[in-house]
């Protein structure tokens, strides 16, 4: 699976971005898509996932602030963010896993500073 992810940048504390990451190549239907975040010097942190029935999960430190969804048609899984914080602020990648195997596709940066 090639993924690749686009919609980072810069905003202010407060604001709203939505990620999008767009899947090609073999996909099962029982893909688990998420997103991921990673600043320098920390381990790449779980945001959240959606599974094939819809099903999602999400990182206590986003819920109730960021929303996964997907779009099935268009192979693209998107992360709405809002009230973000400077504690947002990291690259941000798009994961697949099917089968045992995870597929990453190329972070974004969001970094969220006044």
């Known amino acids: 699976v090639q993924l690749q992810a686009s919609g980072g940048g810069l905003v202010q504390p407060g604001g709203s971005l939505t990620l999008s990451c767009a899947a090609s190549?073999?996909?099962?239907?029982?893909?688990?898509m998420g997103w991921y975040r990673q600043v320098p010097g920390k381990e790449r942190e779980k945001v959240a996932q959606?599974?094939?029935?819809?099903?999602?999960k999400y990182a206590d430190s986003v819920k109730g602030r960021f929303t996964i969804s997907r779009d099935n048609d268009k192979n693209t899984v998107y992360l709405q963010m809002n009230s973000l914080q400077p504690e947002d602020t990291a690259v941000y990648y798009c994961?697949?896993?099917?089968?045992?195997?995870?597929?990453w596709g190329t972070g974004t940066l969001v970094t969220v500073s006044s």
């Open positions: 994961n697949a896993f099917q089968r045992g195997s995870d597929s």
């Open positions: 190549g073999v996909i099962y239907a029982s893909v688990v």
């Open positions: 959606i599974f094939n029935r819809g099903y999602v």
